[in-house]
Each structure stands twice: as C-alpha cells, then as structure tokens.
C-alpha cells in the first residue's frame, strides 16, 4: 500500500472557506509520512518515537530550526555571499524571532516581511535597514504562512498556518511543512 498525506496551512471548515485563502500539499513522500504520523502519536500523548526529519514542530524542533535558517543565511552573508529571508504571517511579535531577525539585518540578510495583522517589528532602524515591510489589506484573509530563505540559491520554503507569536510558538502544537522542488 502507498500512504497519502495532505498538510494544509489551514482546516476544511466552509464557512471560512469562503473568506479565508489555504495552501495545501498532497503528498506520498514516505518520510513526510513517517513525521506526520509522530505528530499524531504526540496528539495523541503516546511516547515520542523519533525525531522529526521533515516536518518543524513546536515544543520539538521549530524554533532550533527556525534559529539555524536565519543564522545559516547569516554566515552567508558573513562569507561575502547572498541572504535573504522573506517571511509572509498574519502576525509577528514572538521577541526572540523578532531579536534573530534584527541580527540578520545588522549583518546584511535582506529580509522582507509581508504581514496582515500585528507586527511589533521595527523598521528603518540602524539594526533594521535591511528589513521591509509590506502590508496586506484585502477581502480575504490570507490565511497561509509562507517561509523563504534563499540558503545560497538552495531555497528552502515551508508552509504553515503558525504565526511568529508567543502562543504559536510555545503553547501550541503547530507544525510547518517543506515544499520540496526536485
């Protein structure tokens, strides 16, 4: 039997069907599987088995993760190449992700920022020149969180339906998937 598996940055739910805009991934990738299938054992309050190959998980490996991207993009800079995050959430105002991003602007890593709701960044500052922001107004709650770091043309990108906030976080179980392009 070949397993399937659909993540998705949001739920099927039809009454925000109709005002919220998802991303999803239909996927048989076996390892992908194997993660998903850990993060319902950890639903489920069974042992945790393995460590997670794929997937970031909170409260296991998303913000460790998250933390290695931004300084990986920043050692990139540092060894005279490109870095570049593009971070697109309804809201950031977790103060060590907004800390780390600050350390990769100071350095170089051009990051833009496109968010709809809260966002306790500060741009236009000496340890922020390097960061923008784009607003996002509009009928429909983008409801999809995307996450790009360029990793010297090597992209890596992750779709989740976490916010960069306190509670997503720390509290609660969110998980962000990659999009793998081969």
């Known amino acids: 039997l070949k397993g399937y598996a659909h993540l998705g940055t949001g739920n099927f739910n039809e009454k925000t069907a109709r005002i919220y805009s998802d991303k999803g991934l239909l996927t048989s990738n076996r390892e992908i599987i194997k993660d998903i299938d850990e993060v319902?054992?950890?639903l489920e309050g069974r042992p945790h088995m393995h460590d997670f190959k794929h997937l970031l998980v909170t409260q296991f490996n998303m913000l460790?993760?998250?933390?290695?991207?931004i300084e990986?993009?920043?050692?990139?800079?540092?060894?005279g190449g490109i870095g570049h995050i593009i971070?697109?959430?309804?809201?950031?105002?977790?103060k060590g992700m907004i800390d780390a991003?600050?350390?990769?602007?100071?350095?170089?890593?051009?990051?833009?920022l496109i968010i709809r709701g809260i966002c306790c960044l500060v741009p236009?500052?000496?340890?922020?020149?390097?960061?923008?922001?784009?607003?996002?107004?509009?009928a429909y709650l983008e409801h999809?969180?995307?996450?790009?770091?360029?990793?010297?043309?090597?992209?890596?990108?992750?779709?989740?339906s976490a916010?960069?906030?306190q509670r997503n976080l720390h509290r609660r179980i969110e998980v962000a998937f990659p999009i793998y392009i081969e």
């Open 40 to 42: 319902f054992r950890v």
């Open 124 to 138: 236009n500052q000496t340890y922020s020149q390097n960061i923008t922001i784009t607003r996002i107004v509009g």
């Open 101 to 112: 991003l600050y350390r990769a602007s100071e350095v170089g890593v051009k990051i833009d």
């Open 87 to 94: 971070l697109k959430m309804n809201s950031l105002e977790d």
């Open 144 to 160: 999809s969180r995307v996450w790009y770091f360029f990793n010297e043309g090597e992209e890596n990108v992750y779709l989740t």
């Open 72 to 79: 990986r993009e920043i050692e990139h800079v540092r060894n």
């Open 64 to 69: 460790s993760e998250i933390h290695k991207m």
């Open 163 to 165: 916010d960069w906030m």
